[in-house]
Each structure stands twice: as structure tokens, then as C-alpha cells.
């Protein structure tokens, strides 16, 4: 049981569209708060997908995933509620904080990122 007492409740439209505004690259497609991710190809997928899949576990609140070379999207539901909950849209904004990551825009931080080489980059972002 979740220490927040609404974890499990389905959000409602209103709900839903204000999350959507803190998650500007995630979107509602077939009843799933979804996320497509572009990589720079099999590794970069991978390292993606371990990811996403260390966060799903350490939160105990799984996505589907589908996976090819150069992609992976990421869908959202809590199924035992039947809709989207506050649980997909933290696990969403984790996801989102952690593999949107990017160092070199940050000013206060010491860590310059990834060069600006196609060849070193691992993520197309957006």
C-alpha cells in the first residue's frame, strides 16, 4: 500500500492536462501517458532501457516498453486502477529527469556533458 493515500486514484481530464504541462514531452495516446525517446542507435537504446528499468524497479511501478534499435517508448498505466494515476505521472517526471539529463546546460554544474559530436551523442534530444 502507498504512503499516499491517492496513489492509486485515476486522475481526471483537468488533472491530467495539468501534468501534462510540467511533462512537455510526454503526451496521452490510447490511455497511457507516453514518452518516445530517439537514440543514437542499439547502445545508446540499451542504456536507455536500463535506465528507465533501474527507475521502475527502485519505484516498485513498472511501464511497457517497446524497444527497436533506435528507439524506445515508454507507456504509462497503472492497470490495477484502470487509468493513469499519480503513480505514472511520477514515475514519468523521474524518467524524465534522469534520462533528459544534460550537464552542459546547467550552469552551476562542473560536468560539461556530452561533446557536440554526432559520433560521441547517445540521445537525439528534443
Do not use: C, F, N
Not at 25 to 52: C, E, F, N, P, Q
Request: aromatic content about 6%; hydrophobic content about 40%; cysteine-free.
Amino acid at each position: 500500500m502507498s504512503r499516499h493515500p491517492d496513489a492509486d486514484a485515476v486522475l481526471d481530464a483537468a488533472a491530467l492536462q495539468q501534468a501534462l504541462q510540467t511533462l512537455p514531452h510526454w503526451r496521452l495516446h490510447d490511455g497511457h501517458l507516453r514518452r518516445h525517446y530517439r537514440t543514437a542507435g542499439w547502445k545508446s537504446t540499451m542504456m536507455v532501457v536500463g535506465t528507465i528499468g533501474h527507475l521502475a524497479e527502485a519505484a516498485w511501478h513498472h511501464p511497457d516498453l517497446s524497444v527497436t534499435y533506435a528507439e524506445v517508448i515508454v507507456k504509462l498505466v497503472t492497470h490495477s486502477a484502470g487509468g493513469i494515476t499519480p503513480k505514472d505521472v511520477a514515475l514519468a517526471r523521474q524518467i524524465e529527469a534522469v534520462i533528459g539529463w544534460q550537464p552542459g546546460l546547467d550552469p552551476d554544474s562542473p560536468l560539461e556533458g556530452t561533446p557536440d559530436d554526432p559520433r560521441l551523442r547517445h540521445l537525439k534530444y528534443d
